[in-house]
Nanobody, 122 residues
Framework: QVQLVESGGGLVQAGGSLRLSCAAD????????MGWFRQAPGKEREFVAA????????YYASSVKGRFTISRDSAKNTVYLQINSLKPEDTAVYYC???????????????WGKGTLVTVSS
């Protein structure tokens, strides 16, 4: 059974930083793209960032480019999302995702994590 387990969320002040982790268990994702999506209260889930597990190529939503960095650690089967200069509008549940398509979109996701809550206070 494949599991994606997120961690690292929490309450942080605006301007602060967090690093989210997504540990993949149950299989390797060498031919997959891994990514992060987020869902703010009352809004639809939106794409944040993705990384190709094999090549390391990345891409980002325009709203987070320059502040968010996605990376992976193959040895640990873990994907990270470094979030800097947090803003109140970054408040959301952040979901880890994996899928075989590139670029990764919500339609191509095969596996979802349960999410980790990030709350940014002003």
């Amino acid at each position: 059974q494949v599991q994606l387990v997120e961690s690292g969320g929490g309450l942080v002040q605006a301007g602060g930083s967090l690093r989210l982790s997504c540990a993949a268990d149950g299989r390797t994702f060498s031919r997959y793209a891994m990514g992060w999506f987020r869902q703010a209260p009352g809004k639809e889930r939106e794409f944040v960032a993705a990384i190709s597990w094999s090549s390391g190529s990345t891409y980002y939503a325009s709203s987070v480019k320059g502040r968010f960095t996605i990376s992976r650690d193959s040895a640990k089967n873990t994907v990270y999302l470094q979030i800097n200069s947090l803003k109140p509008e970054d408040t959301a549940v952040y979901y880890c995702a994996a899928g075989p398509t590139w670029p990764l979109s919500s339609y191509g996701v095969e596996y979802w994590g349960k999410g980790t809550l990030v709350t940014v206070s002003s």
